[in-house]
């Protein structure tokens, strides 16, 4: 970790410190009742509704045992929504691409090529510690992340900075009683948490998390922990000690227990093991003395303690909490998950199924009603295959209880097609083929195919994805940031990285001249797609160099006039701009690094000195020049079309034999 991270109490005084306290008091008190209904009922409902869990173990109507299945179709959508992110997230490298917004002039290549190797270095460094499960394991994280936004509607991580500092390589002294071993760092940088939804609140009607009034997170700790923290200093020890009599409750809370139990998990009561205590984060700003400071408190509500006052230590005075929202009601907080939006259909859907199963089950039964004549015949007899019965002909009748009707297939097929409509989510091989390829032999698929492939286009799965997208990159913004700031240790030594340049590419994000833009598309699908443009650039700009190169050959040839030349001039100016605008077009900033600037001749002028025999006054009669430029042949003569070699001739006529024109 770096030697300029530090936690620095914020102690304003008595006076001020109590009004502080109150007012945190206050904000948790107001977010946990307006938070009530939706943390306690609906989204544990919702949760249930994603699982396919029935309302009831066992059903008894229409009899005992009924059908009770759940169609899962908010499951289904949910997953196909958080595999196609993460697919497109993590399908190419890098995690996350880096634009570069510092210019260098033509002369300064080395500085440009020294600037694309930071940016470079920096994006395969994010990358790396992004896919590493022992550094930030993203992909795990991010995919719990992106699964709860899609089902819940929003969804929240949070960066933090960890060190972790154990003994290792221990032993024993030769007399066998002091223990030795070294101080070892097991871990120093920034760490990732997925947060349950219900952990979290913000001010409701903020538009964004950053723009919250006020924000906590319910950080829940059992003994060993909150000792622990209390140890280190991470909280004052003397509070620590004051509260761990009294936890909030002496196991899990219900809800928890009934997730634990859906997995076969049960949980019961032990004070020393499973004891709980809520510290609730918080996060706001406070003004003092007519300046605005950023507060981080850790407060105990059940015993009214602050554990720890600080100052918030992040870049920026950043918010260390990221989230993930999908749909857009009007201006708030939370998003549409599918549960929400889902529910009632996955109910219809259940329910017609279910009845298609019940109408089944009662159409392949039999009743069987019995003459009274039959009088011997016992009313508890067993019917099996080749049963005798004794009786007379209709004494016996099989009677159908239901038939089977082969509408409800079709009622099935319609709800699904409504589900498909509203969700906006189609089967995963459609826009396989929207781009159409370059090569129908070789199916290569141009830039275009590959976003249509890539892109499911004209479906509102897009929008949902780019929600996805834009929290992914504000998440690798504010990693990026703590990297940055508080520095990367010897992890570029590891994974074999240039640490200079990966130290200059943080100081160069941290002044904003390097940046992740936010676009519609992920960072790799951009990347991807810049892969096959500058596949098709190469060859654009290899044709635009071998043009360029011939003109300019033309114009030092002593036969070319002085009108052809300055054509020829600004042919070259016009290429090179025309060429200059489509690298922009392509993203790149900075063209004229890829451009190289001609040395051009001058454009007509009257008052220059004469050249020798055989080459072009500037500013002279054309006709004479090319008059005496043919007379002596030499290299570099550029033929006419159909002149046999022979430059233009007079008034600009093309000359049609092996000496000079007609005068």
């Known amino acids: 970790m770096a030697s300029d991270f530090q936690l620095v109490n914020c102690n304003f005084g008595a006076d001020t410190d109590l009004e502080m306290t109150q007012y945190v008091e206050a904000q948790i008190e107001f977010l946990i009742q307006s938070h009530m209904d939706l943390h306690r009922n609906r989204i544990p409902k919702w949760r249930k509704l994603y699982l396919g869990i029935p309302a009831e173990d066992t059903r008894s109507f229409p009899w005992p045992n009924a059908a009770n299945t759940i169609v899962q179709v908010i499951g289904e959508i949910v997953d196909t929504i958080a595999a196609r992110v993460l697919g497109l997230l993590y399908a190419t490298h890098p995690l996350w691409a880096f634009q570069d917004f510092r210019k260098f002039d033509q002369d300064n290549a080395d500085q440009f090529e020294a600037a694309a190797r930071e940016r470079q270095t920096l994006e395969n460094f994010m990358d790396l510690v992004g896919y590493e499960p022992t550094e930030l394991d993203l992909y795990r994280l991010e995919g719990l992340w992106y699964t709860d936004a899609a089902r819940l509607g929003t969804a929240f991580l949070k960066v933090g900075v960890e060190q972790n500092i154990e003994v290792t390589n221990v032993g024993y002294t030769s007399s066998k009683t002091k223990v030795q071993g070294d101080e070892s760092t097991i871990y120093s940088g920034p760490r990732v948490h997925k947060l349950r939804h219900e952990d979290v609140a913000l001010t409701p009607d903020a538009p964004t998390p950053g723009e919250a009034e006020f924000v906590f997170q319910v950080r829940t700790l059992r003994r060993k922990a909150l000792e622990e923290r209390g140890f280190t200093g991470a909280y004052d ?126 159409a392949n039964t039999r009743a069987l009603r019995v003459s009274p004549r039959a009088r011997n015949l016992d009313s508890n007899v067993e019917l099996y295959p080749m049963a005798l019965l004794v009786g007379e002909k209709d004494d016996f009748e099989a009677i159908q209880i239901a038939d089977v009707y082969n509408s409800s297939f079709e009622n099935e097929t319609v709800t699904l097609a409504h589900v498909q409509s509203r969700a906006g989510i189609q089967p995963a091989i459609s826009g396989s083929g929207g781009g159409g390829p370059l090569s129908k032999k070789t199916g290569v698929y141009s830039a275009m195919g590959t976003l249509a492939t890539m892109q499911e286009s004209n479906s509102r799965v897009n929008l949902e994805a780019s929600d996805f997208r834009h929290a992914h990159v504000k998440l690798g913004s504010l990693l990026t940031a703590m990297y940055g700031k508080y520095g990367v240790g010897d992890r570029a030594k590891i994974f074999g990285l240039d640490a200079d340049a990966l130290k200059s590419a943080f100081k160069e994000y941290d002044k904003h001249r390097l940046a992740i833009p936010i676009r519609a598309s992920t960072a790799s699908l951009n990347r991807e797609m810049d892969k096959q443009s500058d596949m098709l650039l190469a060859g654009m700009m290899q044709r635009h160099y071998t043009a360029v190169g011939q003109l300019m050959q033309a114009m030092s040839s002593p036969m070319v006039p002085d009108e052809v030349k300055d054509y020829m001039v600004k042919t070259v100016r016009s290429l090179d701009r025309f060429m200059k605008r489509v690298l922009r077009d392509f993203g790149y900033d900075q063209p004229e690094q890829f451009i190289p600037e001609p040395k051009l001749p001058q454009q007509g002028g009257a008052d220059q000195k004469p050249t020798p025999r055989g080459q072009v006054a500037p500013g002279g009669s054309p006709l004479s020049s090319t008059i005496a430029a043919a007379s002596q042949p030499g290299p570099g003569v550029v033929p006419a079309p159909g002149g046999g070699g022979v430059g233009p001739g007079s008034a600009g006529t093309p000359g049609a034999g092996g000496g000079p024109p007609p005068l």
Not at 259 to 273: K, M, P, T, Y
Not at 306 to 315: A, E, T
Not at 326 to 334: A, I, L, N
Request: with cysteine.
């Open 237 to 362: 020890k003397a509070s620590v000690d004051a509260i761990l009599a009294s936890p909030d409750r002496q196991s899990p809370t219900t809800q928890k227990k009934e997730e634990l139990s859906d997995q076969g998990i049960n949980v019961r009561g032990n004070f020393e093991a499973t004891a709980e205590w809520d510290i609730y984060e918080c996060y706001y700003a406070w003004w003092h003395n007519k300046r605005k400071f950023r507060i981080i408190d850790s407060y105990h509500k059940g015993s009214k303690t602050i554990l720890r006052r600080v100052f918030n230590f992040l870049p920026d005075n950043e918010l260390p909490i990221v989230r993930a929202r999908m749909g857009y009601r009007t201006d708030g907080m939370y998003g549409h998950g599918m549960a929400e939006l889902l529910e009632r259909y996955q109910e219809e859907l259940s329910t017609v199924h279910n009845q298609r199963l019940d109408n089944a089950t009662a």
